[in-house]
């Protein structure tokens, strides 16, 4: 079988490259299988404590595939609810509730699904060249995997509602200067730049980092009364990691500390 | 390896259903176990309240599907599990359940009978015995269809499928929602809270909050206002008020 899905394992980093660059690394069923094999790894890798996603060749990824035979409206009205719940909703859900962080390279065109699967990841950063395109509305259909969530959240509601109901073509810097992604890096400095940073966060806290991203998830969803229960809870637990131990030792030993993850 | 693990901190009895291997699945031999450590504790003055929770990682799976299939009718009608089920059902102090994962047919009625749940956001309730060509026969049906209504009681009883701990807690099955790390912790927490209360006060509360599931809303008042009138006669009662206006904490004695 094709590699649909690259996959890299390096000082803690797993690297999940889309690979089928000659149809813009969109998703057919066997890449998302794949994909799908991969993160149970993630998930239950201990060593693996940071996540990064990203496209071979000039795209990121075109969302959905059309040429798939699940999505042809020529043989009666497709269910592309059935895809959603199937795939697209699981992998977003999942990388969601991910307890490492996940990075989304994004070092080409993100259309689609593409695009709301970049825009879901926890740290975006985006090659200059690269861009967003909530395509959906030009083919009468409804951003999903998350879409309808994230872009409020991202850009406001305006700029969610222009970027969704126009499906125009949103670039990299001005998704920066809208504060929708962490950055812009120069094409030829992406790789290094997203290597940088996902080989120190796999060295930090993966434990607590995990429990920042679940309760700034949390957050959007309760009241401020709920969320100070919900950082009690939380605050309790990390208290109780060896991470939190090391890292007042090595704060008061002055020197840098050693986590492990856990 | 013992497959119910009891253990007491303070006044609070906490017993760990450990048969992770089998999903903890509540066959015969558990639930004896259950019942008969549920009967030492209510006995036991130095127990106030129970939280029974599930090793490994769920609360616990069905009946015994071996078991069960190797039960005729006749079999099934004598069936000592009905009489199991009432003696855990009879446990006159509060009773708390601690889930986490899942608590599927036997496991959620167990979850059901007891007075309240204390669920980790990963537990998953359901009565999926439809499934498998049979219904809930321990109460599932009786004591969802009171807990939550006509709505969506049917739909988990006739579809089978299991709804999250968040709807769980949204519509009143599950007390209090917590990171799954702490479920028993707190389960343990409220039940100490729960356990400093004078006894025969809980007891009567418990009976009251029982009976109200029994009979119509005239009769639940009046045995309510019965109960009550019976707590007037204990002398925890006294030490209660007494200490409240004394501003100190009562010494209960259970009497």
């Known amino acids: 079988m094709d590699d649909l899905i690259i996959r890299d394992v390096q000082q803690g980093v797993m690297t999940l490259t889309f690979n089928r660059p000659e149809r813009l690394n969109s998703f057919n069923d066997a890449m998302h299988l794949q994909l799908a094999e991969q993160l149970t790894r993630a998930e239950r890798d201990a060593e693996i404590r940071c996540l990064v996603l990203t496209g071979a060749g000039r795209a990121f990824c075109a969302g959905q595939d059309l040429n798939d035979r699940n999505v042809d409206p020529d043989v009666g009205p497709p269910d592309l609810g059935l895809s959603v719940e199937r795939f697209y909703n699981p992998l977003v859900r999942r990388l969601a509730r991910l307890e490492k962080p996940v990075i989304a390279a994004v070092n080409g065109v993100a259309a689609g699904a593409g695009a709301s699967l970049a825009l879901g990841c926890d740290i975006v950063i985006a090659a200059r060249s690269a861009s967003f395109v909530m395509a959906f509305s030009k083919l009468g259909l409804v951003p999903d995997s998350g879409g309808t969530w994230f872009l409020p959240r991202l850009a406001g509601r305006a700029r969610a509602m222009g970027l969704a109901l126009l499906g125009d073509k949103l670039s990299a810097e001005q998704a920066e200067r809208w504060g929708m992604i962490w950055e812009v890096a120069d094409d030829a400095a992406l790789s290094d730049r997203v290597q940088t940073l996902s080989r120190h966060l796999a060295t930090q806290p993966t434990r607590g980092l995990g429990l920042i991203k679940q309760a700034l998830l949390a957050a959007e969803q309760q009241g401020l009364d709920a969320q100070l229960s919900l950082e009690r809870d939380y605050q309790r637990l990390a208290g109780r990691s060896a991470d939190y131990r090391e890292g007042v030792s090595a704060f008061l030993a002055r020197r840098p500390p050693q986590f492990t993850g856990r | ?255």
Do not use: H
């Open chain 2, 1 to 255: 390896m013992t497959q119910l693990i009891s253990e007491r901190q303070g006044r609070v009895l906490t017993l760990t259903m450990n048969r992770p291997q089998a999903r903890n699945a509540l066959d015969n031999a558990q639930l004896e176990r259950l019942a008969t450590a549920l009967e030492q504790a209510s006995r036991d003055e130095r127990v106030g309240a129970v939280v029974v929770t599930g090793a490994g990682r769920g609360f616990a799976a069905g009946a015994d599907l071996k078991e069960m299939a190797s039960r005729d009718m006749v079999a099934t009608f004598q069936d000592p599990r009905p009489g199991l089920w009432a003696r855990i059902d009879g446990f006159p102090k509060p009773l708390l359940t601690a889930v986490n994962g899942y608590a599927l047919g036997a496991g959620f009625e167990l979850a059901l009978l007891s007075d309240m749940v204390v669920a980790g956001e990963n537990a998953r309730f359901g009565l999926p015995e439809i499934v498998l060509g049979i219904m809930p026969g321990a109460g599932g049906i009786q004591r969802l269809l009171r807990a939550v209504g006509k709505g969506l009681a049917s739909r988990m009883v006739l579809s089978g499928d299991p709804i999250d701990a968040r709807e769980a807690w949204r519509v009143g099955l599950v007390a209090q929602l917590c990171p799954p790390q702490l479920t028993l912790e707190y389960a343990q927490q409220l039940a100490q809270r729960i356990a400093e209360r004078a006894p025969l006060a809980l007891q009567a509360a418990k009976q009251a909050l029982r009976q109200g599931q029994e009979v119509g809303l005239s009769q639940g008042l009046s045995i309510e206002r019965q109960l009550f009138t019976l707590l007037a006669a204990t002398e925890d009662r006294q030490e209660g008020i007494r200490a409240f206006l004394e501003k100190r904490t009562p010494q209960y004695t259970g009497r």
